[in-house]
């Protein structure tokens, strides 16, 4: 059974960091693209960063780049969102997501989401 179970969430200060763990079970993160997404209250679900399986480039929303970054450790099976200069706009669940596709079939895993408020 597949489970992605994201951890690190919390409350931090505008301006305070945060590192946002996935680790994946029943499932190989190597050979996926990775992803974090958040969704806040009253909005559509967004990307935030992604990775790719097979390493190469990273990927950011425009309104995170320069303060997260993604990284993943396939000795771990885990992938990690590190959150720096967190702004009170950054408040949402974030979600792991991690997928392939092969012989044509695609594969589509998502965690169950971890809070994160940014608040003083």
């Known amino acids: 059974q597949v489970q992605l179970v994201e951890s690190g969430g919390g409350l931090v200060q505008p301006g305070g960091s945060l590192r946002l763990s996935c680790a994946a079970s029943?499932?190989?993160?190597?050979?996926?693209?990775m992803s974090w997404y958040r969704q806040a209250p009253g909005k559509e679900r967004e990307l935030v960063a992604a990775?790719?399986?097979?390493?190469?480039?990273?990927n950011y929303a425009d309104s995170v780049k320069g303060r997260f970054t993604i990284s993943r450790d396939n000795s771990k099976n885990t992938v990690y969102l590190q959150m720096n200069n967190v702004k009170p706009e950054d408040t949402a669940v974030y979600y792991c997501?991690?997928?392939?596709?092969?012989?044509?079939?695609?594969?589509?895993?998502w965690g169950q989401g971890t809070q994160v408020t940014v608040s003083s």
């Open positions: 997501h991690g997928e392939r596709t092969s012989w044509g079939v695609r594969y589509d895993y």
């Open positions: 990775i790719p399986s097979a390493g190469g480039r990273t």
């Open positions: 029943g499932f190989i993160a190597s050979i996926h693209d």
